[in-house]
């Protein structure tokens, strides 16, 4: 189905301060919503940049009328959170911050969870 106001975008982090470069959404509390189809439109929203205090890589994306989702939590905390979109995408992007040395490694994992929740589901 594409991206539009069927579907409520949720972070673990307030997003009022999001800079909205786009008429095309309702900020409130922890959650995104489209409040109009985006057809050829796109969105590009920074909503976070700043010290994660561990909880802050993660995101759900719902669409609100099937009750399906997609949710998704990272292991590292990050630095920024972008939101883009387009008719057949929804993006939250979480930045984290590498500095390695020559011959250093780093890991981090993300886990990603698909539901649909029964009673919302037609």
């Known amino acids: ?3 539009g106001p069927d579907y409520r975008v949720e972070f673990p982090f307030a997003t009022e301060r999001a800079e909205s470069t786009s008429d095309l959404v309702s900020l409130s509390g922890n959650a995104l ?3 109009v189809p985006l ?6 929203l920074p909503l976070f940049d700043g010290d994660d205090p561990g909880t802050y890589n993660a995101a759900t994306v719902r ?3 099937t009750g399906a989702s997609v949710e998704f939590s990272g292991d590292t905390p990050i630095t920024r959170m972008i939101f883009w979109a387009v008719e057949r995408a929804a993006c939250p992007e979480p930045f984290i911050h590498i500095h390695l040395e020559p011959g250093q490694a780093m890991d981090w994992a993300t886990t990603y969870r698909f539901k649909v929740d029964s009673d919302t589901a037609s």
């Open 33 to 35: 919503e489209v409040d």
């Open 1 to 3: 189905m594409p991206f």
């Open 63 to 65: 669409n609100k009328r």
């Open 39 to 44: 057809g050829e439109r796109s969105l590009w």
